[in-house]
Structure formats: structure tokens, C-alpha cells
């Protein structure tokens, strides 16, 4: 007993509980929200959204290609994030819903859902879904990497058990942050992104770039076009945080068998309108809708788009009754903006002009790294090409040929460097090189090839060295974003001016020789 007393009082360190517990909860906060809960400044990714595109792409999954949704589950789930599938499936599905999404990562020609009802999506086992073509062009298509280990244009670590590597994030070539709506609530951390027109944000963009304190106004765009109401609230919108958002759903009025319809086409995002119809009929049967004769929704347009109908009783304005169901329903939503992202291993709040200034960083790191890649493997080929070039000219591809015949590989490599003047490096190569290759037919094509790697490898050079040059090239691919998926603007920008109290009903009176009377109209 004295032994393990001595032995406990020389290893045991007293501490106060609560401090404890707070020291170890700050760590797993600052871990889960970097690993799990915020998005990464550079693509825009939580990393299982990251891991669901990578698995996409090792599988091939894009132009056009797609696979069942339940393999696609199976293969992340493995490999990648080891969690419950269905976890995965519900964030495959909400990047493929283009009523949430102003430009969708994942496409399907199966049911994920609609937009009246985006719950409402299918079984893994019934849909399927790839790459769309802007996540493909955005992460995948000047990368194309072949193995993590021989790839430096982003940083990589191991998976949750060591047997593979997965990239830190992705070398994206487009600001993904920009563009989509997200919310997300960590632990004593949360994010809250607007989403903005394509066109409209690469051009902020490219300002930047050439101006980093240019004067830009943006204005959100919602994916389905709703209605900004509080256009002077976003003055100084790049530099400002916490700045509220309000938006409004799209209605229009009609007429039908001499009554006006209420048309609802466009909810506030992560609002869905099956919620919005079933609200609206319980104030109706509490009486509170009095005005209202009927409701129905569906959607339209295979899913992409719904409609909720709205039947005014003869005599009530529309309009008046809108605005009744702004205040009691979720047809009217502010959001706070709240640009918080992992940078690395920190999180970190920015403004929106320091984020997409901190973006244009990054983007011109991963092409020099992308560069560096292209020249390291343009050299290697051209040191290969050299020494063929060189035995071809020489005359001498018998005494080549009869060395490698004769020969053991490191004797066969050793009389190369010998004989023709080579390197270790090129010798090893050329003994590996079948003797089809050394053809006097191959001569020209090795000459040309060599010249055009010369040629590149003297732009890659500049490149590199270059920032104007690099601004350039992303500028460039910026006019090719907007011209391959620019759409036209959907939210109406408008400024609401002080609310005016409308009262339910009217009175008025009525004046006679025997009394005065006062009646309630609608």
C-alpha cells in the first residue's frame, strides 16, 4: 500500500475539474470543427463533401458517367469517412438539388428529392449520381493526379486509419464559397454564407485581383429567386460582417373563375414550401386566415421548381393578405452573414474582401505548385529523350542493341554511360525502352517532341517566377467560368420602405335622421 501511495503521489497531478473538462472540450471543439463542421476557405469543401467528390473522381465518375448511389456510399464510407452512409448520402444528395444550389456539385437523372419537397428524395439503392461538369472542371480537370505521393499541388494526410492519403483540401479552380448558400453550426462556432450570382462574383473577383481595395457591391442570389427587400443594408458589403439579409418568397397573382389566386413560385433558402403550405392551412382552420378559401401545392418542371396556390375570397386584396403571411409564416427570412472557414489547421473569420483576397492567395500558390509538377516531369521526359536522340544520331543502334543483349541490367548500364556519354539516370532509362522505340522512324518525332518540351518548359519557367502572369491566367479561367455557367440574375433587388400597419378590416358609418351605425367590411 505505502509502494502504490508513493507511486500515485509522484505521477498524479491535482487539478480543478471544471478546468479539465474546459481545457479538454477547447480541444475537441477547435478538432470537430476543422475536421467536421466548417468549410475550408480554398474549395469551399466540409471535408466529408470533399471526400464524397474525390471518391467520385478515383471512380470515374464524371462526364456523364454516373453509378448507383449505394456503391458511391460504400466506397467513401471505406475508404474515407468512417460514418454512417446514410450521413453521406444526405450531403450527395443536397449538393445535387438544384433548387438548393445556384450551381450544383453532384447531378442525377433520379429522384433526389424536389423542390416542393426536398425531403422526399429516394433510396440510396433506387438513384445514382456522378461529378457535375462545374464540380469536374472546378477540382478535378487540370489536376488529375495519379498517385498522392507523387503529387504536390495540395497537401495531403492520412485517412482515418492509415492506409490511404486524402488531400487536405482540393485544388479548386473557381471560388466555390462564393456561390452557394451554407449554414453550419460548430461547437462555439458557426458560418453562415451568402450565396451570389456566378457572373457577378467572378467579376468582383477579377477587380480584386486587379484592384485589392476596389469598391464592389454585391447582392446575394437566391437559388430560386426570391426577393431581397433591404438593398441599403449590404452598403459595404465587402468589408462589414454580421450584415443581415432579408429575404422574401416570390408570389403572383392571378385570376381564375373570378377570384384571385395567390401564386407562391419561390421560397427563402432552406425554407420548403410543403412546410409553408402546411403553416398556412393551420392559421386557416385557427381563423386567422379568414380571407383565404383554399390551398394546394406541387411541384413542377420534373421537380426543379413547385407552385403554391393560394384562393382569395372575393373582396380581400392579395396583396394585404402577403403580408399577413410575411410576419406569420417563414416566407420572409433573415440571414446573417458570417464568413467563418478553416485556413489550414485555424479557424478564422473574415470579411468577404479578405476571404476572396486569402482565396486568390491560394489559388496563385496551387499553380505554381502545379507548374513546378508540370516542369519536374517535362524535364524528366526531355532527359529521357536526349540520350534516344542521341544513340539514334550516333549510327551505332547495333552496338547499343548488342550491349543490352549481352549485358546484365547494371553491367548493360554501366557500358551506356560508357559508351554514348550518358547519365546514370538516362542510361537506367534507355535499357528499359523497347526496340521498336529505336526506330530511325522515331528520330523526327523524338526531335519535335523534345523541341515543344523545350519551348514549354521556358513558359512554365516564367510562370512561375511571375505573379502578373499567374493574375492573368486566373482571370482567364474566371471569363471561362462565367462563359461555360453564367446564368442570368433570379433575385429582384429592392429596398422596402417602413412598414405600414394594415389592419385586418375597415369601418365605416353610416349616418341617418335616427342613428349612427358602424359596419365592418373587409
Given at each position: ?114 423542390a416542393y419537397d426536398p425531403d422526399g428524395y429516394a433510396a440510396d439503392r433506387y438513384t445514382d449520381g456522378g461529378l457535375s461538369e462545374f464540380a469536374y472542371d472546378c ?384
Amino acid at each position: 500500500i505505502k509502494k502504490l501511495t508513493s507511486f500515485i503521489d509522484k505521477n498524479t497531478t491535482e487539478m480543478d475539474p471544471l478546468e479539465y473538462n474546459a481545457e479538454k472540450m477547447a480541444v475537441y471543439a477547435i478538432n470537430v470543427n476543422i475536421k467536421r463542421y466548417i468549410s475550408e476557405i480554398k474549395d469551399g469543401l466540409k471535408p466529408v463533401q470533399r471526400r464524397l467528390l474525390l471518391s467520385m473522381y478515383e471512380n470515374k465518375l464524371y462526364n456523364g458517367k454516373r453509378s448507383k448511389s449505394s456503391q458511391i456510399m460504400g466506397d467513401v464510407v471505406k475508404k474515407y469517412h468512417p460514418h454512417s452512409p446514410d450521413s453521406v448520402y444526405g450531403v450527395m444528395v443536397n449538393l445535387g438539388q438544384t433548387w438548393r444550389n445556384n450551381v450544383s456539385l453532384v447531378e442525377t437523372k433520379t429522384n433526389f428529392g424536389s423542390a416542393y419537397d426536398p425531403d422526399g428524395y429516394a433510396a440510396d439503392r433506387y438513384t445514382d449520381g456522378g461529378l457535375s461538369e462545374f464540380a469536374y472542371d472546378c477540382f478535378f480537370k487540370d489536376w488529375k493526379f495519379t498517385s498522392p505521393k507523387d503529387d504536390m499541388t495540395v497537401d495531403w494526410i492520412d485517412n482515418y486509419d492509415g492506409s490511404y492519403l486524402e488531400p487536405m483540401y482540393l485544388p479548386a479552380k473557381y471560388p466555390l464559397f462564393l456561390l452557394n448558400w451554407h449554414k453550419s453550426m460548430g461547437l462555439g462556432r458557426y458560418t453562415s454564407t451568402i450565396g451570389f450570382n456566378l457572373i457577378e462574383a467572378f467579376e468582383a473577383v477579377i477587380q480584386l485581383i486587379e484592384d485589392p481595395n476596389a469598391d464592389i457591391m454585391l447582392y446575394p442570389e437566391d437559388p430560386n429567386g426570391c426577393t431581397l427587400i433591404n438593398k441599403k443594408d449590404l452598403k459595404g458589403i465587402l468589408d462589414k460582417t454580421d450584415i443581415k439579409v432579408r429575404m422574401r418568397a416570390r408570389y403572383d397573382v392571378s385570376h381564375y373563375n373570378g377570384k384571385d389566386v395567390i401564386e407562391i413560385v419561390a421560397v427563402p433558402y432552406e425554407v420548403q414550401p410543403i412546410t409553408i403550405k402546411e403553416a398556412i392551412q393551420k392559421l386557416a382552420e385557427k381563423g386567422e386566415l379568414p380571407e383565404i378559401s383554399d390551398i394546394d401545392g406541387c411541384s413542377e418542371n420534373f421537380g426543379k421548381t413547385f407552385r403554391i396556390s393560394i384562393e382569395v375570397k372575393k373582396g380581400y386584396d392579395p396583396h394585404a393578405i402577403m403580408t399577413k403571411l410575411y410576419k406569420k409564416t417563414q416566407l420572409e427570412q433573415t440571414f446573417v452573414m458570417k464568413y467563418a472557414f478553416v485556413n489550414g489547421l485555424e479557424s478564422v473569420d473574415y470579411t468577404l474582401r479578405i476571404a476572396i483576397l486569402e482565396w486568390l492567395r491560394f489559388r496563385r500558390q496551387t499553380i505554381k505548385r502545379m507548374y513546378k509538377i508540370r516542369r519536374v516531369n517535362n524535364l524528366k521526359r526531355m532527359h529521357f529523350l536526349e540520350p534516344l536522340i542521341k544513340v539514334l544520331e550516333s549510327g551505332e543502334i547495333d552496338k547499343f542493341v548488342y550491349i543490352i543483349r549481352h549485358n546484365n541490367s547494371d553491367n548493360a548500364v554501366k557500358k551506356i554511360m560508357k559508351e554514348f556519354d550518358l547519365t546514370d539516370y538516362q542510361a537506367e532509362k534507355i535499357v528499359d525502352v523497347k526496340l521498336s522505340q529505336l526506330s530511325m522512324d522515331k528520330l523526327k518525332e523524338y526531335k519535335s517532341e523534345l523541341t515543344d518540351l523545350i519551348e514549354e518548359d521556358k513558359y512554365l519557367s516564367e510562370m512561375v517566377q511571375s505573379k502578373k502572369k499567374i493574375n492573368k491566367l486566373i482571370i482567364k479561367q474566371l471569363r471561362e467560368g462565367i462563359e461555360k455557367y453564367g446564368t442570368p440574375r433570379k433575385t429582384k433587388i429592392t429596398q422596402l420602405i417602413d412598414s405600414v400597419q394594415i389592419p385586418d378590416t375597415f369601418h365605416y358609418l353610416i349616418f341617418t335622421n335616427r342613428y349612427i351605425k358602424k359596419k365592418r367590411i373587409n
